[in-house]
């Protein structure tokens, strides 16, 4: 049976990235036939905030965007990462297995010793804490936390899922096969840009808000940078920023339009109206349920705890096993 696992880091509020990179796409694979473990990786958010209100304001956002997005509670696992101490746990068993070259090739770890390198300081390390460095571990340990097989996310998330297979492999040379190899599911092979070009990230402050106004959704959309031609001149879509943010949520249909209303020289503010009422329309549904969760905390707390007993009937005879296989046994 496919067992489905992906998670968002409330780092940031939940952008249109995030909902066609990986909420959306999690949510079109279940069906009956799998077991499905959504979760909010608010561990791993403490290396990125260091607010503590502002931590829990966003493992909410995340979890209201979840649940706004269509997540049904009862035909899924819904939890918070922090609720399963099973995946701590397991963490460090697999770092005692995992390479400490296997982390230093991690994009973000190695983006920060570049930074440091620019900057010209004289300790490549300065300022990267052990938790940035071991990111990609606790991940593999929420995958592997519950024995997943498949893991839908966006396309930036490749390398993680190729350390994870890694880890799991060599936990299974080394105690017998135990773990499942998980497999990344990338449905979009675009990534969606932000209003500045590049891609769309909560670390950027150019994203397009999933949870918002229609004044707030609107005002993000006239973001979108453009170039200085006028209205009647004929304007190119390949590698315009407007029209890539178009193609990763509007139907081929709509696109054709688009790109018909492009060539006839359409003004970049009509063109942006047009983009904008596309994106509402989408994104109406998801309000309202937005709306609706915002004033009920509560029930999303009991949500998640309920979600956090679901998945630990399961991840805690795991880490038995695990355990069992490792030689940590009762005398
Ligand atoms: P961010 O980069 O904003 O911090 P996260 O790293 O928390 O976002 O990403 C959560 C999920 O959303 C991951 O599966 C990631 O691949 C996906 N995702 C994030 N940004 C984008 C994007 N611009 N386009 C497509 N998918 C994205
Ligand atoms: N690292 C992911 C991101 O920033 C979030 C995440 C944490 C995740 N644990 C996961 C995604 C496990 C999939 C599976 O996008």
Not at 134 to 139: A, E, G, I, Q
Not at 152 to 165: A, C, F, M, N, Y
Request: hydrophobic share 35%.
């Amino acid at each position: 049976m496919k067992r489905i696992l992906t998670g968002i880091t409330p780092s940031g509020y939940p952008h249109l990235g995030n909902y066609i990179g990986a909420i959306k796409p999690s949510l079109d694979l279940l069906d009956e036939k799998c077991e499905s473990f959504l979760f909010i990786a608010d561990l791993h958010a403490v290396i990125k905030v260091s607010d503590p209100s502002r931590l829990a304001e966003l493992s909410n956002a995340i979890a209201i965007a979840w649940l706004a997005s269509g997540l049904d509670p009862n035909k899924t696992s819904f939890y918070r990462q922090s609720d399963v101490p099973e995946i701590t746990e397991l963490a460090w068993l697999l770092s005692c297995i995992t390479e400490k070259g296997l982390l230093n090739r991690a994009h973000a770890y190695k983006a920060a010793v570049d930074q440091n390198n620019e900057s010209g300081k004289k300790e490549i390390d300065e300022g990267i804490s052990l938790g940035l460095f071991s990111y990609p571990l606790l991940m593999a340990s929420d995958i592997l936390t519950p024995n997943a097989t498949h893991v839908p996310v966006g396309k930036d998330q490749q390398q993680h899922l190729e350390i994870t297979r890694d880890i799991a492999e060599k936990f299974n040379n080394k105690y017998g096969k135990f773990f499942n190899v998980p497999e990344a599911v990338i449905q979009n092979e675009k990534t969606v840009l932000g209003t500045d070009g590049r891609k769309m990230s909560k670390s950027y402050n150019n994203i397009i808000p999933l949870l918002s106004t229609e004044k707030e959704l609107k005002k993000s959309v006239m973001k979108i940078v453009t170039n200085s031609q006028e209205p009647g001149e004929k304007k190119e879509w390949k590698n315009n920023t407007l029209f890539s943010i178009y193609s990763s949520f509007a139907s081929d249909e709509k696109q054709e339009e688009m790109k018909n209303f492009f060539k006839d020289g359409i003004g970049w503010g009509d063109a942006k109206q047009k983009v904008f009422e596309e994106l509402n329309l989408m994104l109406s549904p998801i309000r309202e349920k937005f709306i609706e969760h915002s004033n009920n905390k509560k029930h999303i707390e009991e949500i998640l705890k309920s979600g956090a007993e679901k998945v630990r009937a399961q991840t805690v005879p795991i880490l038995k096993e695990v355990k069992k296989l490792v030689g940590i046994n009762a005398l």
